[in-house]
């Protein structure tokens, strides 16, 4: 069986090992400024821990190294770390000097704000961790001495600044990020990948290698894409559609300005208005930019004409450009931008078919991560669990969830499940991609909806001659083609295997006189369906052949006038590998055999 069981972060060792961490960072800056600190917060974080500090002056790499020789020393004399319940007159007393803490105590009084910031049920046990000679207001958990952290394990990584409860009208603090982890090697590996990730951050290469821009001038989250950045755009699209064209699906497009009542009708209105461009008002009508293609998909269903339950499945997609808006401090990159292009499929099938349609969906998408070299995928099941918020057709939720975990099953596909985690409208699926960097994405989705059909008024003839409301299944495979070609650049830094690349071959003359030859055998491979360019520039050969390889193109094709008299070229990889002479023929073959070995 594929179904694993999920442990939460907040209950692991390594988050107890980081939450100690933040407490023994925070003493040895209260020791390093001998008490001239005001300590705010400290919580764990996704592989690291954090600590906010007002300071009388900014820290500077000096103070961080001075701060690891402090933690260390603290971390060698084993203090226990006791928990002792106080009253509010205690906690006061002791943090009297403390304005953060005195405030962060007010709010556990009166049930407002706690230490990370959520909301708490009214008059907890205010509770202190002490080590050694520093006490911190704390619900814990943490470890049971500071010798459980390994000295050799730790590292302070950057200084940054933060506002008291990150309200921009409170002080700046000096927030103190760490990463902690529980052996040398760990954080070894660790940073090793924090490094390799800032190399392959996907702004940085998409400028390097020339494939997409953002401007001023169009404004913040709109990205252009070069000729080279929209040849990927379309290779990558134009792999989907045909493995979706294979799979049964009908492409349909739908446009990109809608009636805003229609999203009133679909609920969107109410869940996503805030996601939404401002309307646009022509003659008392009012329009919306598309923030979704779920109820104009619908709507085309509907307005194709009485279906019969022999049509069904039917399976719409369409590559749709939508316009959300996203705050602008949380644009990034292509992974959060406001004009998107979403794989977007609506699958309208009979209550008995929703099991057969999930597991289809679950094979194309397995199909698609394999070429696009994810291996390592999981899936998350959100199902209605217990929770009160679902309370129309609780026999439709059942058969669903089973018939999903029962695709899920049979697929052998590693799956979790998250209950109370479901739709409103349905359970779902979502695929978590781990890349070559160990991170995980969300990349495609399948959700059941019960509730658009029958809002937005579709129907079919059953089998008993009556009309009744068909299932939805949203489907997405790479979600976007932005955010996906963000983490593609990430996942292969750069260097994408030969069937994606946008330049398979790059021709490099030696001299003048080969240039002839060298158009030559560009419009052969042409001709054999490959993309190829060829570099005519002053340079030395070395340095165009360096400058091929930092573009990452696979094939570089060295053409001197040996090479010309024997029809062909002297063959390297982007690698630096030389694979030496090779016939023009036997070229083209090479390259297409990478192309349909998906490398
Ligand atoms: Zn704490
Ligand atoms: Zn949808």
């Not at 500071?146 to 394990?153: E, K, V, Y």
Request: charged fraction near 25%; glycine fraction near 8%.
């Amino acid at each position: 069986m594929a179904k694993q069981t999920v442990e939460r972060y907040e209950e692991t060792e390594l988050y107890r090992l980081r939450h100690s961490a933040a407490h023994v960072m925070a003493q040895a800056v209260v020791q390093l400024f001998a008490g001239d600190v005001r300590v705010a917060i400290g919580p764990p974080i996704e592989d690291g821990f954090y600590y906010d500090f007002e300071l009388p002056r900014s820290l500077t790499p000096d103070d961080l190294q001075a701060i690891e020789t402090g933690m260390r020393r603290i971390v060698l004399g084993k203090h226990p770390f006791v928990r002792r319940e106080v009253t509010a007159a205690e906690a006061r007393a002791e943090f009297g000097a403390q304005p953060y803490k005195l405030e962060l105590i007010d709010g556990l009084v009166s049930g407002a704000k706690a230490e990370a910031g959520e909301r708490v049920p009214a008059a907890p046990a205010i509770t202190f961790y002490t080590q050694d000679t520093f006490t911190d207001l704390c619900r814990g958990p943490h470890l049971e001495h500071t010798g459980q952290l390994n000295a050799q394990s730790f590292k302070l990584l950057s200084v940054a600044g933060a506002y008291w409860r990150g309200d921009e009208k409170n002080a700046m603090l000096q927030r103190v990020y760490g990463t902690a982890w529980r052996t040398p090697q760990e954080l070894k590996d660790y940073l090793w990948r924090l490094e390799e990730a800032r190399k392959r951050d996907h702004r940085k290469l998409g400028k390097e290698l020339g494939l997409f821009h953002f401007s001023e001038d169009i404004g913040p989250g709109l990205p252009l894409f070069t000729p080279k950045g929209e040849l990927l755009r379309h290779q990558m699209e134009t792999y989907v559609r045909e493995t979706q064209t294979r799979y049964g699906y009908q492409h349909v497009w739908t446009g990109h300005i809608v009636k805003e009542d229609l999203y009133k009708r679909s609920g969107h209105y109410e869940n996503y208005k805030d996601a939404m461009f401002p309307p646009m008002v022509d003659d008392n009508i009012t329009f919306r930019l598309k923030p979704m293609n779920c109820p104009s998909h619908m709507t085309l269903y509907r307005e194709m004409g009485l279906h019969s339950y022999r049509e069904l499945p039917m399976r719409f997609a369409e590559f749709a450009t939508l316009y959300r808006y996203e705050k602008s401090g949380e644009l990034s990159g292509l992974t959060r931008v406001r004009s998107l292009t979403q794989d977007d499929c609506h699958i309208f099938c009979t209550p008995e078919q929703v099991g057969s349609e999930f597991a289809l969906a679950l094979q194309l998408i397995t199909e698609i991560l394999n070429r696009y070299r994810f291996a390592d995928y999981r899936v998350r099941l959100s199902l209605r669990g217990t929770a009160g918020k679902y309370v129309q057709d609780p026999e439709k939720w059942e058969q669903a969830e089973a018939a999903l975990r029962t695709a899920l099953d049979v697929s052998g596909v590693d799956y979790y499940e998250a209950e109370g985690e479901a739709a409103f409208y349905g359970p779902k699926a979502d695929f978590m991609a781990r890349d070559v960097l160990g991170r995980e994405w969300q990349l495609s989705t399948i959700q059941v909806d019960f509730i658009q059909p029958a809002r937005l008024g579709l129907g079919y003839i059953g089998e008993d001659g009556r009309e009744h409301v068909p299932v939805v299944l949203h489907r997405a495979v790479t979600g976007s083609t932005e955010r996906f070609l963000g983490v593609l650049i990430e996942h292969f830094a750069g260097a994408f295997p030969t069937w994606l690349a946008p330049v398979q071959a790059l021709l490099v003359p030696i001299t003048d006189r080969n240039h002839g030859y060298c158009q030559k055998l560009a419009a052969s491979l042409s001709e054999a369906g490959l993309r190829v360019d060829w570099d005519g520039g002053v340079e030395r050969m070395n340095a165009k052949i360096r400058k091929a390889q930092l573009s990452k193109i696979p094939y570089i094709l060295v053409i001197g006038d040996r090479e010309e008299e024997q029809g062909g070229a002297a063959v390297r990889l982007r690698s630096g590998e030389d694979l030496g002479a090779k016939p023009a023929l036997e070229i083209i073959d090479l390259i297409l055999a990478a192309v349909a070995a998906g490398t």
